[in-house]
């Protein structure tokens, strides 16, 4: 006797639509596809019962909510859950700190992107969280696939940046007395990507998991709503899946310009890359002039969608251009380190860009003294 096979409610219809997304995108990788696209299903279905999650990471670690045993989404810390009243009412844990601690902490957290977004008093706790780590050399800060337990800001001292794979360690980048790192282990709930070792005496400032993800992750996710739609729009980036795309919404920083303001000096060293949300970017470069003078002239604008400030981040030389706001103007900005973790894929548009500086420069330069070269770049 043959048993019917029950086919679950919805499967069919679950599968179709799956279906005909995947032939409409395209996805370079499937799985990683039908993880965000299964992932943002899940959200919808959420908010649409009213149970809509605080945070739309918490989307994307669905996947580890269930158990899934891909190691990129495997999560063995413990993760914070949006629906965990306890957890929502344990007050952040406070670490006293001097007026000149305080000062000193303020002044290392006012250039960190992952920061600018929150509201003063959002800031305000995760200062207060913050605690102070003295660092020696050699100090292994992060080991790369460990869970992720603090967020790190320095304050001073050079961090180098390693990565293992298949047995091999390669040094991969370096901070030098600047920045932060281990957002990525608590911003989507993955094994640390890098091991991060200390090569000086230095200070960090730390945030713990729970603060950061209950904070800094959550007003990402706000973000992530506001952004969404008008990075889809971004020439820039439309070879990225929708899930790279979100990466990038993560890390991206809206800062506002006034008429005439500068945004990028020309000469000074680079460390962010911008689009423009709204608003017009004169891009500009200084020349000689026959009498020996100096005259800064236009060599384009940049309107919304486009980008400017790739060029010193990609050559690694000081900026080749200035870039002023025509008006009241909205940029993204994304730093440096989430500019080359996020954004390889869109080098060879990039590139393609980047040799048709020489021209524009060639245009408005007019001689030798005052040529420039990129196209070494261009055509690495
Ligand atoms: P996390 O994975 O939490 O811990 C290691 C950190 O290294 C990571 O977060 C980033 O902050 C930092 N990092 C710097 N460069 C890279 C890179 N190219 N890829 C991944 N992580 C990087």
Same mark, same amino acid.
């Given at each position: 006797?043959?048993?019917?096979?029950?086919?679950?409610?919805?499967?069919?219809?679950?599968?179709?639509?799956?279906?005909?997304?995947?032939?409409?995108?395209?996805?370079?990788?499937?799985?990683?596809?039908?993880?965000?696209?299964?992932?943002?299903?899940?959200?919808?279905?959420?908010?649409?019962?009213?149970?809509?999650?605080?945070?739309?990471?918490?989307?994307?670690?669905?996947?580890?909510?269930?158990?899934?045993?891909?190691?990129?989404?495997?999560?063995?810390?413990?993760?914070?859950?949006?629906?965990?009243?306890?957890?929502?009412?344990?007050?952040?844990?406070?670490?006293?700190?001097?007026?000149?601690?305080?000062?000193?902490?303020?002044?290392?957290?006012?250039?960190?992107?992952?920061?600018?977004?929150?509201?003063?008093?959002?800031?305000?706790?995760?200062?207060?969280?913050?605690?102070?780590?003295?660092?020696?050399?050699?100090?292994?800060?992060?080991?790369?696939?460990?869970?992720?337990?603090?967020?790190?800001?320095?304050?001073?001292?050079?961090?180098?940046?390693?990565?293992?794979?298949?047995?091999?360690?390669?040094?991969?980048? +370096?901070?030098?007395?600047?920045?932060? =790192? /281990? !957002? #990525? &282990? *608590?911003?989507?709930?993955? @094994? $640390? %990507?890098?091991?991060?070792?200390?090569?000086?005496?230095?200070?960090?400032?730390?945030?713990?998991?729970?603060?950061?993800?209950?904070?800094?992750?959550?007003?990402?996710?706000?973000?992530?709503?506001?952004?969404?739609?008008?990075?889809?729009?971004?020439?820039?980036?439309?070879?990225?899946?929708?899930?790279?795309?979100?990466?990038?919404?993560?890390?991206?920083?809206?800062?506002?310009?006034?008429?005439?303001?500068?945004?990028?000096?020309?000469?000074?060293?680079?460390?962010?890359?911008?689009?423009?949300?709204?608003?017009?970017?004169?891009?500009?470069?200084?020349?000689?002039?026959?009498?020996?003078?100096?005259?800064?002239?236009?060599?384009? +604008?940049?309107?919304?969608?486009?980008? =400017? /400030? !790739? #060029? &010193? *981040?990609?050559?690694?030389? @000081? $900026? %080749?251009?200035?870039?002023?706001?025509?008006?009241?103007?909205?940029?993204?900005?994304?730093?440096?380190?989430?500019?080359?973790?996020?954004?390889?894929?869109?080098?060879?548009?990039?590139?393609?860009?980047?040799?048709?500086?020489?021209?524009?420069?060639?245009?408005?330069?007019?001689?030798?003294?005052?040529?420039?070269?990129?196209?070494?770049?261009?055509?690495?």
């Amino acid at each position: 006797m043959s048993r019917a096979i029950h086919i679950p409610e919805g499967l069919r219809e679950l599968l179709q639509d799956f279906t005909v997304e995947v032939i409409r995108n395209q996805p370079r990788d499937i799985c990683d596809f039908a993880l965000q696209y299964f992932a943002d299903l899940k959200r919808r279905k959420r908010e649409e019962k009213g149970q809509a999650l605080k945070s739309s990471y918490e989307a994307m670690m669905f996947a580890s909510d269930e158990e899934d045993n891909d190691e990129e989404f495997v999560v063995s810390a413990e993760t914070y859950d949006p629906d965990n009243d306890e957890e929502n009412r344990e007050p952040t844990v406070i670490h006293p700190k001097t007026d000149q601690q305080k000062q000193r902490l303020r002044g290392v957290c006012k250039d960190i992107l992952l920061f600018k977004n929150l509201e003063q008093e959002e800031l305000s706790k995760v200062l207060d969280a913050m605690f102070e780590r003295p660092v020696a050399a050699g100090d292994h800060i992060i080991e790369q696939h460990d869970d992720g337990d603090n967020f790190y800001v320095i304050e001073s001292g050079i961090f180098d940046v390693y990565v293992t794979d298949n047995g091999v360690t390669r040094l991969i980048a +370096t901070y030098d007395n600047h920045g932060s =790192f /281990g !957002e #990525l &282990a *608590l911003m989507y709930n993955t @094994p $640390r %990507a890098t091991t991060i070792i200390a090569r000086t005496l230095g200070a960090l400032w730390c945030l713990d998991r729970v603060t950061f993800r209950r904070i800094v992750v959550n007003n990402n996710a706000k973000k992530r709503k506001m952004y969404d739609a008008f990075i889809q729009t971004v020439p820039l980036l439309s070879s990225l899946e929708t899930y790279e795309r979100m990466k990038v919404v993560d890390v991206l920083c809206p800062q506002q310009y006034t008429d005439g303001q500068r945004i990028i000096a020309e000469g000074e060293s680079a460390d962010c890359f911008y689009i423009v949300e709204s608003g017009e970017v004169r891009i500009t470069v200084r020349r000689t002039t026959e009498e020996g003078e100096i005259e800064e002239v236009e060599l384009t +604008t940049c309107t919304e969608g486009q980008y =400017f /400030g !790739e #060029l &010193a *981040l990609v050559t690694k030389k @000081p $900026r %080749a251009a200035s870039a002023y706001a025509v008006g009241n103007v909205k940029c993204l900005v994304m730093d440096v380190m989430a500019f080359e973790r996020l954004l390889g894929p869109c080098m060879e548009i990039m590139k393609r860009n980047i040799s048709n500086y020489e021209m524009q420069m060639a245009n408005v330069l007019q001689s030798a003294s005052n040529s420039r070269t990129f196209s070494d770049v261009a055509t690495a």
